[in-house]
């Protein structure tokens, strides 16, 4: 199907097999922890730039909505369980009205992950990138990214609680 749908996808995989890249197809984000030829690994980075559910209503419809954190949800809870210790999830994330009522952060933050970073994205920071949409007769096709930024998780260390604990405690007198 990858083939079927994406012009470019061949090059892309032979590229990857040259620099020693092990693929794997039709992983369903939701049980990638699972999934019997990646569950005995962990990573020190996984990736998922613009997750998207699909096309069912329009994108600033609640339903819509709910449907693309779900996605992103199941994502992050496998992702937790697949890094490893000093491991990080990079999301990449269109941020107006209403990509960002996803709350990407707070998702990562319900399942352990505490934010390291959020960087604008430029996709000229990645020669050969391009993004496609995910389904439909223009599959092969970019779209306008507008602004977006790669927010960058991992899971809490000691030294990271001790300071989220201490931040709390803080109280602010203001004159």
């Not at 020190?44 to 998207?52: A, L, T």
């Not at 707070?106 to 959020?118: H, I, S, Y």
């Not at 604008?120 to 602004?147: H, I, L, M």
């Amino acid at each position: 199907m990858l083939l079927v749908k994406y012009s470019g996808a061949m090059a892309n995989l032979i590229a990857l097999e040259e620099l020693g890249c092990t693929i794997v197809h039709e992983v369903d984000a939701h049980f990638m922890s699972r999934h019997h030829l990646l569950n005995s690994y962990s990573f020190d980075r996984i990736v998922f730039n613009f997750p998207h559910a699909g096309f069912f209503l329009r994108e600033h419809c609640t339903y819509q909505i709910e449907l693309h954190k779900n996605v992103v949800r199941g994502f992050l809870r496998n992702a937790y369980d697949m890094l490893k210790e000093n491991g990080e999830v990079h999301i990449t994330h269109k941020t107006s009205y209403p990509f960002s009522k996803w709350k990407i952060v707070e998702m990562a933050n319900e399942v352990g992950l505490v934010l390291l970073d959020q960087v604008p994205f430029s996709r000229w920071d990645y020669p050969g990138y391009e993004n496609k949409k995910g389904a439909g007769f223009q599959c092969d096709e970019t779209f306008p990214v507008g602004a977006c930024s790669t927010y960058k998780f991992r899971k809490p260390t000691y030294d990271l609680l001790f300071l989220s604990h201490m931040l709390s405690q803080m109280h602010v007198i203001e004159f």
